[in-house]
Each structure stands twice: as structure tokens, then as C-alpha cells.
Nanobody, 123 residues
Framework: QVQLVESGGGLVQSGEILTLVCRTSGSIQKVENMAWYRQTPGRQRELVARVVNGGPTEYADFAKGRFFAIRDTHRNTLTLEMSSLEPDDTALYYC?????????????????WGKGTQVTVAS
């Protein structure tokens, strides 16, 4: 069973930096993409950054120029380096992984979520 565990969240001041790390465990056949999402109470979960296997990294408009996503393909980890943090960045940040699995001559896509790590930015 694949599991994702996020770490690195915390309380920071406006303008500071923070690095989140998503670590995976379990047997993964092929990663299609890994991503960071975030969510605040009363709002839908939104994409922060997505690293597509063999493709470009996609960023939400609010993340461009401030956030940097790095995937370690050997360790299957995903790091999110966040700079110039603002109070609007306060949210629960989730790690996401989309896996392609081959079983019994068939293929399917499986999606996994971590439980999230809280980021709070004080003004």
C-alpha cells in the first residue's frame, strides 16, 4: 500500500521561506505525476504545483516565481520550496501522487493523498 507523508509545515512570518517534503512508502510501479495541493476551510482544494513524469512542472498563478517544486525520482519524494510567503498562503498543504499500475495484463491509474501539513503565515 502506497502512503504519502508530508512534513515541514509550521508557523512563519510574512516574507519568510518554508520547505515542505513529501515522502512515499510502499511499492510504486510508475509515477505519472506528483503534486502539491492546498486547502483552507470553506474552500475547495487547489493545485499549487504539479510535476509531470517526463514533462514540465506546472504552477498555479499564485505560486509562479515564489514556489519551486522538486521531484526526486530515485526516492520518489516531492519537495516544495516556498519563498516570500504571505498570509494568504496559510493552508493545509497536501501531497498527491498518481500511479499507473499493471495488474493481470491490465493497466489502471491509482491516486493517493497524504494527510497534509499545516502552513500558517503571520502578518
Amino acid at each position: 500500500q502506497v502512503q504519502l507523508v508530508e512534513s515541514g509545515g509550521g508557523l512563519v512570518q510574512s516574507g519568510e521561506i518554508l520547505t515542505l517534503v513529501c515522502r512515499t512508502s510502499g511499492s510504486i510501479q510508475k509515477v505519472e505525476n506528483m503534486a502539491w495541493y492546498r486547502q483552507t476551510p470553506g474552500r475547495q482544494r487547489e493545485l499549487v504545483a504539479r510535476v509531470v513524469n517526463g514533462g514540465p512542472t506546472e504552477y498555479a498563478d499564485f505560486a509562479k516565481g515564489r514556489f519551486f517544486a522538486i521531484r526526486d525520482t530515485h526516492r520518489n519524494t516531492l519537495t516544495l520550496e516556498m519563498s516570500s510567503l504571505e498570509p494568504d498562503d496559510t493552508a493545509l498543504y497536501y501531497c498527491f501522487l498518481q500511479e499507473r499500475r499493471w495488474e493481470n495484463f491490465d493497466t489502471r491509474v491509482v491516486e493517493y493523498w497524504g494527510k497534509g501539513t499545516q502552513v500558517t503565515v503571520a502578518s
